[in-house]
């Protein structure tokens, strides 16, 4: 590893295709984030109070420093050639702006916000921790698997357990006769046997929610791979059962408040100048079931920073640790990273490298199979590579602009070769503590 006294310091960089890159040195290699408000307690007029949670973790005063690229065993080349994949997207006019963040381990080594949150030059400039993205599908890990993986822990869910055990209006069902033999595993898996959506119009939320619990299945438990909305639906209805408090809350407690991820919440309040606009009106969620839900749902809804999604990145990274808290116990995180007998390669709640080279070879999120992620369809994506301990967060409105699903798949892609080639041959760095 180069000792070179002389080795460029840690940066963080803007761009705009009007003023191209500017760049910003840190002195010592840290940078002092502006952390948001604190996480907020959603109310019906999509109005946001800041919680009583007391003090946070020692993370939220201490700075996230960024790690100069060789000490993390990563070749600065490839980082910045995977930068300037997502800056001549925006150039193009194809995305208004994105925020980029890679990492390994605890090791966050380049953070950027790039472009603006709008098209035109009177709009924000991306800052990766301050502006707002709407997650999307991420919700689906960031919200509740996470809450599912605590709720696992405190031995109050089995993943084998017939979902009649905690939803006891099942018990009903006969027409539906495969839903007794669906398990936890099978919602998590997305093979169930739920459709990928369904029409849960509703005079209010509860009776959306029991809508969604009777909705008809398409397949037999376990037989196949259906991507399901309503299944999360379902699947943060029954953890909501199991928790002690709203999961919103114990996320907060047990998650996002250790972490310092302090802009992460449902509800951001709309308008939001802080939020990226997807089409709607800024922080209101972009996925319409999601919207219909209230703004809070197990398939979408959450927003957070660039910041933020890039410290639950670290700590998956780190085995479900970081900067000395303790989230999740490694072999959870394991547990629930693994690919599934019968799911096409998914893990329980996660996308793998495994299954997504199965069900669409040409797409390659990282360099091993055992890599885990998740997309969102506004654009925005998680993946970690734990045999590198290499993870990379890209978060954009992409719906604003003329991309479809595929371009920005395309774009994702290439980012993920470059960092995936970036890793330093010979390097024993420590990625967990």
């Given at each position: ?13 803007s761009?705009?295709p ?24 959603p ?6 109070l ?48 994105a925020?980029?963040?890679i ?14 949150a ?6 924000d400039?991306?800052?990766?921790d ?44 006969f ?23 369904s ?22 438990p ?26 919103h809350r ?22 939001c100048?802080a ?22 749902a ?37 547990t ?6 019968g ?5 329980l ?61 395309a774009?994702r ?21």
């Amino acid at each position: 590893m180069s000792s070179d006294p002389n080795r460029s310091r840690p940066y963080q960089e803007s761009f705009s295709p009007a003023a191209g890159f500017r760049r910003h040195r840190v002195s010592g290699g840290l940078i002092l984030l502006l952390l948001a408000a604190a996480l907020a307690e959603p109310l019906p007029a999509q109005q946001v109070l800041p919680n009583d949670l007391g003090s946070r973790s020692s993370l939220e005063a201490t700075a996230r420093p960024l790690t100069v690229a060789d000490i993390a065993g990563l070749h600065e080349a490839a980082l910045l050639r995977a930068e300037r994949l997502v800056a001549d997207a925006i150039a193009s006019g194809a995305l208004p702006g994105a925020a980029l963040a890679i990492g390994r381990g605890e090791q966050l080594v380049l953070r950027r916000g790039l472009g603006r949150a709008d098209f035109g030059a009177a709009a924000d400039p991306i800052s990766p921790d301050g502006t707002l993205y709407d997650l999307a599908s991420l919700t689906k890990v960031l919200a509740t698997t996470a809450a599912v993986m605590l709720l696992y822990e405190d031995g109050v869910i089995e993943l084998d357990a017939p979902v009649v055990q905690y939803i006891p209006e099942f018990r009903g069902r006969f027409r539906d006769a495969g839903i007794h033999r669906m398990t936890v595993r099978h919602l998590l898996t997305h093979t169930a046997g739920y459709p990928a959506g369904s029409d849960l119009r509703a005079p209010n939320r509860i009776e959306m929610r029991q809508r969604a619990l009777h909705t008809a299945l398409v397949g037999h438990p376990g037989r196949h791979m259906i991507y399901s909305d309503v299944g999360y639906t379902v699947l943060w209805e029954l953890a909501s059962r199991l928790a002690d408090e709203p999961l919103h809350r114990l996320l907060d407690r047990r998650i996002y408040a250790p972490l310092g991820m302090s802009s992460t919440t449902f509800l951001p309040g709309a308008p939001c100048r802080a939020c990226a606009p997807t089409g709607q009106l800024r922080g209101s969620v972009h996925d319409g079931l999601a919207r219909a839900l209230g703004g809070i749902a197990g398939h979408a809804g959450l927003f957070a920073t660039l910041e933020d999604v890039g410290r639950f990145a670290a700590m998956m990274a780190g085995g479900g640790t970081l900067g000395g808290e303790r989230i999740f116990a490694e072999e959870t995180v394991r547990t629930f990273t693994a690919p599934q007998e019968g799911a096409y390669g998914r893990a329980l709640g996660w996308d793998t490298g495994h299954g997504v080279r199965y069900r669409r070879p040409a797409s390659i999120p990282l360099a091993s199979e055992p890599s885990f992620g998740h997309n969102g369809y506004t654009g925005t994506s998680l993946w970690v590579d734990p045999e590198q301990g290499t993870w990379v967060v890209l978060l954009t409105n992409r719906t604003l602009g003329r991309w479809g699903p595929e371009e920005i798949r395309a774009l994702r892609r290439a980012v993920h070769e470059e960092v995936a080639g970036a890793v330093l041959p010979g390097e024993a760095v420590e990625i967990r503590e």
